[in-house]
């Protein structure tokens, strides 16, 4: 498997979880790796999210020295989260403001530290 | 010193049922070296649930494992082990021993007479204890946990149910529901209190089982039997020293309350102050009135206002966990009308962690067993990789192993016996000089 398949993998099984309503890779210039099966209903609001990724990487980058840890969104109904991996990817997930977000975070965590050990080692 | 005692733990967090049993199983032999547990302690996240995954993943713990191993455990809201922190997948603790003696009891049945339950192991394990040859003895006590409805039309974590009729509806179904269905509080303060009356020598650690904090199920297992209303204990008697430690890492504030009426067997506040608890609550938390419109701000801010009650001067808390028309239902139950509110940082509840560990910090340690509550593993988040540290730092190459419950147990004659929340418990076995 290359890079782009085990960071899928690892995705696909972050979606897994009840509630993880969508995630992606995201990288610096958009684009980035998003699994199938994303659960959120608001095809607009997913569009935005999609599109405004590549916004929040100056931001990442302006504190990456400071240790970033997370970006919380609190919306309404949602609640994203940016898990910053490098200066040049963060993994960024969606879940129900509803959710208990400490639970899904740790799973967060392990994910995003599959994908940088993906990003690091496997050619 | 501690040569005849080999223990691990083994990890998967595979999704599909059989293959995580079969790959948990198989991790954890693999780290035993060959030695054959006589007992495994398996926890699990809700994530198996569905058509009939337990048992899926018991078969293939079973299928791995030689016969004749016990396996009891069940499911937990997430783990903490050498491999790392979770909130999915299963973990097996696998003892293998000839310096320690191991039992099992259980009883069904819990939610509808406790007291009755708690009897029945206290008094197997207290056939067990007496026959073995070793001077120390501990009970790790496994209650399921407290249930809640599951109601058509109202989201997953909804938290403020205002509807009055809705509200007295829920609070009459609690009390039924417990007698008939066996679903509702657990009443586990019962269960602690009388191993403790029981085995009064015994040191005690607990927590009772839950799902990913819905609350909506728990399950226990049983070698290859799934049960949902189920105590287990397991006795542990060897020459071992056992340090057992409880912490809070909460700090008491100046707000001060007292509850005036209690019902549901002391977990539904109906008045603070004289006054309906569930607004009366909110203007003592500084809390905007709007908060009860929306679930999601008492669900995110609750966990960092428990009650706390001082009586005998032993520190007790409850968690607020719904609000239901005018009262508050919290859990475990009142045990004072005179309260307090107190907070916790997240610096404060690691820091409890290093307070737990400080005197077995430099003891020969064999293995540790951790009961550790929801609302901690909630509040920290991915920060549960520094608890992680600590206990790597700790335990060293030794196992460990922290389970994240929904309500905690405690007892040593010192301690003595209690029921709480927002704690972390320890249960740290090691040689001491003579051996």
Known sequence: MNKKEDVNQILTNLMKMDDVLACMLAKQGLGGVIPEGIKVKDVNFWNLVKNTTNEIFPIINKFFIYKIDRLNFELGQYTIIFAPISQNFSLLVIISSLSNIGLIDVEIENSRRKIDYVLKNVD | ?435
């Open chain 2, 1 to 435: 010193m501690g040569e005849g005692t080999v223990s691990a733990v083994g990890f998967s967090d595979d999704w599909d049922s059989d293959s995580a049993g079969v790959n948990v199983a198989k991790d954890l032999l693999l780290k035993l070296n060959g030695k054959i547990p006589q007992l495994v302690l398996l926890f699990s996240t809700i994530h198996y649930k569905n058509n009939g995954g337990f048992e899926k993943l018991l078969k293939g713990v079973t299928g791995i494992l030689p016969a004749g191993v016990s396996v009891v455990g069940g499911t937990v809201a997430g783990f903490i082990i050498p491999q790392g922190c979770f909130t999915h997948g299963v973990a097996a603790f696998g003892f293998y021993s000839d310096e320690i003696k191991f039992s099992i009891a259980f009883a069904e049945n819990i939610k509808r007479d406790p007291k009755k339950a708690a009897l029945r192991c206290a008094n197997e394990l207290k056939k067990c204890f007496s026959t073995s040859p070793f001077k120390n003895n501990f009970v790790l006590t496994l209650p399921s946990g407290t249930t809640s409805p599951k109601i058509p039309g109202i989201p997953d974590n909804t938290r403020v149910i205002k509807s009055k009729l809705l509200s007295n509806l829920m609070i009459i179904g609690l009390q039924i529901s417990l007698i008939l269905l066996q679903k509702g509080p657990g009443r586990e303060e019962i269960i602690i209190e009388t191993l403790a009356e029981e085995l009064p020598e015994a040191k005690m650690i607990g927590g009772s089982f839950i799902d990913d904090n819905k609350g909506y199920f728990n399950f226990q297992f049983i070698n290859n039997k799934v049960y949902t209303n189920v105590l287990i204990t397991v006795g542990i008697s060897t020459d071992c020293e056992v340090s057992v430690n409880s912490s809070f890492g909460l700090v008491e504030t100046s707000k001060k309350l007292k509850i005036n009426k209690t019902s549901v067997f002391g977990l539904f506040i109906e008045k603070i102050n004289g006054v309906p608890a569930s607004n009366e609550m909110l203007s003592i938390l500084d809390w905007p009135a709007y908060f009860l419109e929306d679930s999601a701000k008492i669900l995110r801010k609750t966990f960092y206002a428990p009650i706390g009650y001082l009586v005998d001067g032993k520190r007790y808390i409850s968690m607020m966990a719904f609000i239901f028309g005018t009262g508050v239902v919290v859990s475990p139950k009142v045990r004072s009308q005179d309260a307090c509110m107190m907070t916790a940082s997240g610096h404060q509840i690691i820091d409890a962690v290093d307070q737990n560990l400080m005197d077995t910090k430099d003891k020969n340690v064999v293995f540790g067993l951790i009961t550790s509550c929801i609302v901690r593993l909630e509040t920290l988040g991915s920060s549960g990789y520094v608890v992680h540290s600590k206990l790597m730092d700790h335990f060293k190459e030794k196992p460990f192993m922290q389970i994240d419950v929904v309500g905690e147990d405690v007892y040593t004659k010192e301690i003595g016996a209690k029921r709480i929340a927002n704690s972390f418990n320890t249960a740290i076995f090691y040689w001491g000089d003579k051996k």
